[in-house]
């Protein structure tokens, strides 16, 4: 039997991106601590978060691939993951209003009987300047509240956007074509 490929997320997002690569996959549920300790550098705190997820998965698929992603928004120095609270939603937003900021997004691969290996990813955004008005109306709409740094690229959110540098996919929350390359490294999909 030819090993299978399994995605470790609850992110109709992730799942979409990886269809895009047109091989056959099941998607299975991860509950891991989403805690990581102050000062964690983010390109070490997505990969180490991305790890749990597949360590999570991974021991009921053994014959299988396993990948899982994580994503965290860095502005000033502070790590954004989603917002609590509505409030949290709108002072994230004002924090990146005008500014440049990073989207981390760490990727970690099971081997089938094997070892987990990850990578992190980085593409910087910047937004325009947006007014609190803007800000609440966007809240309004309920799709900030899911994600890191309390906003969606892919969705109304791409109106705040003046520039992105790298991997659009890292800000949606899974770098494809890295992955994509990253897996072939790793003997996927088989012969
Ligand atoms: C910045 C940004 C984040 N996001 C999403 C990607 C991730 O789904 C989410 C960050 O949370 P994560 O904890 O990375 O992922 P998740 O809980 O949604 O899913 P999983 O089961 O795989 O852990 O934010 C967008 O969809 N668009 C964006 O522009």
Redesign the pocket.
């Known amino acids: 039997m030819p090993p299978r490929f399994v995605l470790?997320?609850?992110?109709p997002?992730?799942r979409q991106i990886l269809e895009l690569a047109g091989w056959p996959f099941d998607v299975q549920?991860?509950q891991?601590d989403?805690t990581i300790a102050p000062g964690t550098p983010p390109d070490e705190a997505v990969q180490l978060?991305a790890r749990r997820?597949v360590e999570a998965v991974a021991p009921s698929v053994p014959d299988a691939y396993v990948l899982?992603?994580?994503?965290?928004?860095v502005c000033d120095g502070r790590l954004l993951?989603?917002p609590r609270t509505e409030e949290e939603a709108f002072a994230m937003l004002r924090l990146l209003s005008g500014r440049t900021h990073d989207?981390w997004?760490g990727v970690a691969i099971a081997l089938p009987h094997g070892s987990i290996t990850s990578f992190a990813e980085k593409t910087a955004v910047t937004f325009w300047e947006l007014d609190d008005e803007e800000i609440a109306a966007y809240i309004a709409t309920g799709e900030p509240m899911?994600?890191?740094?309390a906003?969606?690229?892919?969705?109304r959110?791409a109106l705040f956007v003046k520039r992105i540098e790298g991997d659009y996919l890292t800000?949606?929350?899974l770098p494809l074509s890295r992955t994509v390359r990253e897996l072939r490294r790793l003997g996927w999909p088989p012969a």
Do not use: F, M, N, P
């Open positions: 470790a997320s609850r992110s997002r992730r549920e991860s891991a989403e978060l997820k899982g992603a994580d994503t965290i928004v993951g989603k989207v997004t899911d994600k890191a740094g906003y969606g690229i892919q969705g959110a800000v949606v929350g």
